[in-house]
């Protein structure tokens, strides 16, 4: 998905880290990196985790549901009825 590219992308030239460092703390090899953010390849579900756990950003965010980076129960206030994911 190209939202997914894009969002890969942009969640690391915040941070003005280069594919290759990058892929060294994720474990895997720059190419790959650039495969993701060029969408030739979709990765992994753990490694969209660790995406989302890196940069603090829902994977509804990485997926382009939305367009907050926390998603919608990100801040929810502390109902004890209420299910909480932050």
Not at 51 to 77: M, W
Request: net charge positive; with cysteine; glycine share 4%.
């Amino acid at each position: 998905m190209k939202i997914i590219s894009e969002r890969l992308r942009a969640l690391r030239e915040n941070l003005n880290l280069s594919q290759a460092k990058l892929a060294n703390e994720i474990g895997i090899t720059q190419a790959s990196v650039n495969r993701y953010e060029t969408d030739k390849i979709t990765p992994t579900a753990e490694t969209l985790l660790w995406y989302a756990d890196r940069f603090d950003v829902s994977l509804d965010y990485i997926f382009g549901r939305t367009s907050e980076p926390q998603g919608k129960l990100y801040n929810c206030n502390r109902n004890p009825y209420k299910i909480c994911f932050s």
